[in-house]
């Protein structure tokens, strides 16, 4: 009796949780509102299916409840029933899924036009490298990393003389112009999360893994840490700022290239190859 | 409909070879210490599960006390925190979980459901519990050890987890290295026991116990025992290569790497291999947990609904579907770990997928409640209050299946609330329920209602409190695994308060379970008889001699079965419930 009206109450709560609790996702900040839609439509499927089935399972302990003299119904199978069922279930599966995939197709594919930004992790802190103006990363290697040369850019690289390096310190963007986002780590994995972009991807010693985003919006947004990396997991944050395009400008005039930083890069980085 | 009436006497084939005397143990020590019978060894691996269980249950109280109330505790560093994280996970899913429904339920219950006087192999059955309490006893170890136990959370993800950015893995601590024999060793412990599951369902049922005829809870523990055969050794070989990273400098997971500011020695290894591997093993084993649970909630449904399960043949099929799919959507907890981003077009498929016999499952349970005969005993209690934690948790895997969706709530407190509900909350409703429902066997007493009543009540009220709403808090882009979020922007309403709430729901659940624990031991003395079939249930188990039954199972005469495991309520029988054992014919029988 009471675990019907529990089995009631759980549902109503939790709609009652869902609609009007506070908790709900943080505004979005760039181009991927097709996730935020996929994940509304999978609330309402799930939700819908959800409220049946425990609606119905109170129905039947109120109904079919033990009394004296009931007896059950014998009732095997029934194979329309289940048929149905199945048929249902799949088209609410399907439902799902498609706008699921077609919304994962434009995840994975980077637009052409899309400008290459490297974030670069280490324990416990983020880096970040730009192309500089011939629009090129040179390449990098983690075997390639010593104290002047912190993300381990390849000098004998001519792409990689001009790329802007921004080491431990916030990453500015320009609103509305593509990104294609390219993680590296040179220690364990990381995982670059920005709540408000809604894409992440893990950051893997070894290989560069990518997302992409355009961002929509001006302002300040954390960077958090989503794949634990150790003891200082909790406390590598940063900061990406999105820009106007003048303001972006400026940012990026204040900012050391590669060449700068390594002074010759010729010279050093040839003994730094020989010495390996 | 089906009534078709069958053929009188329903058909069992003669006995094709004589029965051989069992040896009996004439010691205490080969009794009740090295024992060989299976009944033995299932509540020796059962109270070791529950013992290290509640190890768990105390870490995940102080990881709630540092979520809830963050700065409070000065003792829980960081470094603790993970430590924490790390051991409460393994724990539960490994040798909780797996050990508690295979090594417990499993041992129990498999020769007493197909009518076999024990496992095939009882040495071997011997050896596997003492190989699994080693394993155990190591990893308890590790607390003790220089540098703690490893805190490089239950996946044990490389490079990190051998690195000294981590708890338990700096250079000289053995955290991560009693980890991984424990792990080893437990996989070792848990194959000379699951040969014996598989075979003594294969080799040695009763006469006329056809496969079709098994109890679906034979069926969920068989088919998880197949699939953790094949899915462990997964494990165990990145376990051993692991270890060699660890401790011989090879670079099986290692790529070249530098370690604050110091280059290492390692080069051209795969971090995401490894994952590969664990996941490989870690999405079977979800449904390792899964299936039993689904088996024995269904006959928790069917025997105090009065009713048979509704669409047997159908449900053995989900099982089996269940079991082969789990093999193939491994990388559904990888779409953002770098692998190549055109799987997650497959992995999301099958996936989903899955969703179907999943569903089909969850239909069947509650069409055996319709028109039933519903006696809400505490394992009827708590069956139900799996089904509504289960349909919560399997749902909330819709979201994180399907591809895109995945990726704002990947390694968000979402995912944390979601396998807590599917693979926590619900399994654990139905061990409560099957403890319950088989206590009456196991020790001869009824338990306690009073204490059943309220450990229910504030299991279920309290679990679904913590993990309803922890997935609002991921859903606001909380990450997981962090000790103290602080107060980032993105978190335009504090979810500080209600975390605090989720930390009160989690004591006063764990209180329960105290309650229930208390239970368990008072009515061994203080319950009042129960009888040999106190649920008047059909499955062979509760028509044995003697209750307990005694080493042997069945006494003189090995029961021969005429029927399924489901006549409950036959139009026509005498009573509500013909035992399996019971040659009486009647107009209606199972669906053939």
Known sequence: MWIGLLLVAVVVGSILF?????????????????????????????????????????????????????????????????????????????????????????????????????????????????????????????????????????????????????????????????????????????????????????????SITYFWFTPTRTGEFEVLCAELCGVGHGIMRGFVLIDSEEDYQVWLSEQSTYSDLAGDPTESGETKLASQ | MVDVPTPLPPDVPPAEVPEVELYHAKSYWTKYIFAQDAKVIAIQYSCTAIAIGLVALVLSWLMRLQLGFPDLFDFITPEAYYQFVTMHGMIMVVYLLTALFLGGFGNYLIPLMVGARDMVFPYVNMLSFWVYLLAVLVLVASFFVPGGPTGAGWTLYPPQAILSGTPGSAEGDLGIILMLVSLILFIIGFTMGGLNYVVTVLQGRARGMTLMRMPLTVWGIFTA????????????????????????????????????????????????????????????????????????????????????????????????????????????????????????????????????????????????????????????LFALGFIVTFVNGGLTGLFLGNVVVDVPLSDTMFVVAHFHMVMGVAPIMVIMGAIYHWYPKMTGRMYNEAMGQFHFWVTFVGAYAIFFPMHYVGLVGVPRRYPELGDPAFVTQSVDGLNAFISLAAFAVGFAQIVFLFNIYWSLRNGRDAGGNPWRATTLEWQTADTPPGHGNFGDELPVVYRWAYDYSVPGAPEDFIAQNDPTPVSQAEPT
């Open chain 2, 225 to 380: 025992t197949v699939m953790a055969l094949l899915a462990f050794p997964a494990l165990l070989v990145a376990s051993v290569m692991m270890l060699f990273d660890r401790l011989l400098g090879t670079s099986f997971f290692m790529p070249s790497l530098v370690e604050f500011g110091e280059q290492l020695q390692y080069g051209g290894g795969s971090p995401i291999l490894f994952q590969h591997l664990f996941w490989f093993f870690g999405h079977p084993e979800v449904y390792i947990v899964a299936l039993p649970a689904f088996g024995i909630v269904s006959d928790l449904i069917s025997v105090h609904a009065r009713k048979n399960i509704f669409g047997y043949r159908m449900m053995v099929w989900a099982i089996v579907g269940i079991g082969a799919l789990s093999f193939i959507v491994w990388a559904h907890h990888m779409y953002v770990s770098g692998m190549h981003p055109y799987f997650g077009f497959f992995f999301a498929t099958t996936t989903l997928i899955i969703a179907i016999p999943t569903a089909i499952k969850v239909y069947n349970w509650v069409l055996t409640l319709w028109r039933g005969d519903i006696h809400l005993t505490i394992p009827m």
């Open chain 1, 18 to 206: 869902h609609m009007f609790s506070p908790w709900w996702w943080t505004p979005i900040a760039s181009n991927w509102g097709y996730i935020d839609t996929t994940l509304v439509i999978t609330f309402w499927i799930t939700g819908a299916v959800f409220a049946a089935v425990v609606l119905f399972m109170a129905y039947c302990v109120f109904r079919f409840r033990h009394k004296e003299g009931r007896v059950a119904a014998y009732e095997p199978e029934n194979k329309k029933l289940e048929l149905w069922l199945t048929i249902i279930t799949g088209i609410g599966v399907a439902a799902m899924l498609a706008p699921g995939l077609i919304v994962w197709g434009q995840f994975v594919t980077v637009p052409d036009e899309a400008t290459e930004v490297e974030v670069v992790a280490a324990q416990w802190q983020w880096s970040y490298r730009l192309p500089g103006e011939d629009g090129k990363l040179g390449q990098a290697d983690n075997r390639l990393i010593s104290g002047d040369n912190p993300l381990g850019i390849d000098p004998r690289d001519p792409n990689g003389a001009d790329d802007v390096v921004v080491e431990a310190d916030d990453l500015h963007l320009p609103i509305d112009k593509p990104v294609h986002v390219l993680l590296r780590s040179i220690d364990v994995l990381h995982d670059f999360y920005v709540p408000e972009f809604r894409a992440k991807m893990d950051m893997v010693p070894g």
